[in-house]
């Protein structure tokens, strides 16, 4: 089981909740609630890596991405504004080093239902 750790905030702020267990669901390969949390025409782009679009090619990417799961997930920062956001985080792996991560998102609207349509994804391997 990954451990994770969350930076606690105000709580003032919806959409640090739909980050934060976006995140959680990435990591844990937890399609229903990643099916829930982005648009069908989704769009994920980890930097110097690749681009997928759509959802059945999202689903894909997810399991490839973390086919090893971290041991240790923190989550540092979540901020959010309008119809964005931006997570940074960490991911620590028996073995294998540290993940840093830096994640911008952008909603499908201003509601505090719209769901992601588009992630970019800075990774550095340590």
Excluded at 5 to 23: E, I, M, S
Excluded at 86 to 115: N, Q
Aim: with cysteine; proline share 2%.
């Amino acid at each position: 089981m990954v451990q994770i750790t969350v930076t606690p905030d105000c709580g003032n702020a919806p959409r640090k909740q739909v980050l934060r267990d976006y995140v959680i669901a990435l990591v844990e390969h937890d399609t229903e609630a990643l099916r829930s949390a982005v648009a069908d025409d989704v769009e994920w782009e980890i930097v110097g890596a690749r681009t997928v679009r759509g959802w059945a090619d999202f689903a894909a990417a997810v399991e490839s991405a973390f086919e090893q799961r971290p041991e240790t997930v923190r989550l540092d920062s979540i901020l959010t504004h309008g119809s964005e956001g931006a997570v940074s985080s960490r991911m620590i792996f028996t073995g294998r080093g540290e993940l840093r991560c830096c994640d911008v998102y952008r909603f499908s609207g201003h509601s505090k239902t719209a769901k992601i349509k588009r992630s970019t994804s800075y990774w550095i391997e340590l």
